[in-house]
C-alpha cells in the first residue's frame, strides 16, 4: 500500500468540500519513472509532519514545498513575535519578495541549479505519508482501491 498510515481525510476531503478534482502530484515525485532529483526524491521520502511549509519567496506566489536551507535562513529573518504562522511554518508575503513572475525570474538561477537545499520542492501536505519509490502504476491501483474501499 502507497501509505503508512490512515488517509481517508486526505482522499475524501475534496469530495466533502464540495470539489470536483484533487491534485495527488505528491505521490508520484519519488516514482521509480520520476525524473525528480535524488536530493527532491528523499527529502519527500524522508518528510515529516513538520516539513512541509507555504512560503512566496521561490515565485511571489506562495505554495506548499519542503523546507530547506533557503526557507529556513530566510524564515529566520523574519519577527513572527511568536504567532501561529511562526508555529505553523507559514511565510507570509513580506516586503522584500517581489511579485510573481518577477520573483520567479530571480530565482531562476537558483531553480537551474537543482539543488535541492535552495530551490523549491513542491510537495503537499501528505508528503509525510510517502515512505517508499513505486513503480507509477502501483501508485495509481493503490490509489483506485483505496478510493473504492472509502466509496463503497
Known amino acids: 500500500m502507497l501509505w503508512d498510515q490512515n488517509v481517508d481525510h486526505l482522499l475524501l476531503n475534496p469530495w466533502c468540500t464540495g ?3 484533487a491534485a495527488m502530484g ?3 515525485i519519488p516514482c521509480e519513472e520520476s ?8 527529502g519527500v521520502l524522508g518528510a515529516t509532519e513538520t516539513d512541509t511549509i507555504v ?5 511571489g506566489r506562495r505554495a506548499r514545498v519542503l523546507a530547506n536551507t533557503l526557507s529556513d535562513t530566510y524564515e529566520a529573518t523574519l519577527d513572527h513575535g511568536g504567532t501561529a504562522a511562526a508555529r505553523h511554518r507559514v511565510l507570509a508575503q513580506a516586503d522584500n519578495i517581489a511579485p510573481f513572475p518577477l520573483q520567479a525570474a530571480l530565482m531562476g538561477p537558483v531553480k537551474a541549479s537543482g539543488d535541492a ?3 523549491a520542492v513542491y510537495c503537499g501536505q501528505s508528503a509525510r505519508l510517502v515512505r517508499e519509490r513505486q513503480p507509477i502504476q502501483r501508485i495509481i491501483d493503490d490509489i483506485g482501491m483505496y478510493l473504492d474501499a472509502l466509496l463503497k
Open 19 to 21: 470539489a470536483s478534482a
Open 26 to 28: 505528491t505521490a508520484f
Open 35 to 42: 525524473e525528480a532529483s535524488p536530493q527532491q526524491i528523499q
Open 55 to 59: 512560503t512566496d519567496i521561490f515565485t
Open 117 to 119: 537545499s535552495v530551490s
